[in-house]
Nanobody, 127 residues
């Protein structure tokens, strides 16, 4: 049974930083591409970042490019999201995502391509 458990969310002031973690179990972690999405109240789930299984390629949503960094540690089965220069509009529930396929940016950006989701972790950025 695949489980993705996020941690690291919280309340931070604008301009601050947070690092989210997603611990995976029940899957051959090193075989799969991973990602992060977020969802703010009354908004659709939005693509944040993705990383290929061997960390060779990363993808970012336009709203976070240059501020967020995705990485992974296959030995520990963890994917990270380092979030810097946070803005109030980054406030959302952040979800870890696991893909079963592969493709270009548009593949990873589609929530419908995600095979498994974590339960989410709240990030709140105050102004």
């Amino acid at each position: 049974q695949v489980q993705l458990v996020e941690s690291g969310g919280g309340l931070v002031q604008a301009g601050g930083s947070l690092r989210l973690s997603c611990a995976a179990s029940g899957l051959m972690f090193g075989n799969y591409h991973m990602g992060w999405f977020r969802q703010a109240p009354r908004k659709e789930r939005e693509f944040v970042a993705a990383i290929t299984s061997n960390s060779a390629t990363t993808y970012y949503g336009d709203s976070v490019k240059g501020r967020f960094t995705i990485s992974r540690d296959n030995a520990f089965k963890v994917v990270y999201l380092q979030m810097d220069s946070l803005k109030p509009e980054d406030t959302a529930v952040y979800y870890c995502a696991d893909y079963r396929g592969t493709g270009n940016y548009y593949y990873y950006a589609r929530a419908s391509e995600v095979a498994y989701w974590g339960q989410g972790t709240q990030v709140t950025v105050s102004s």
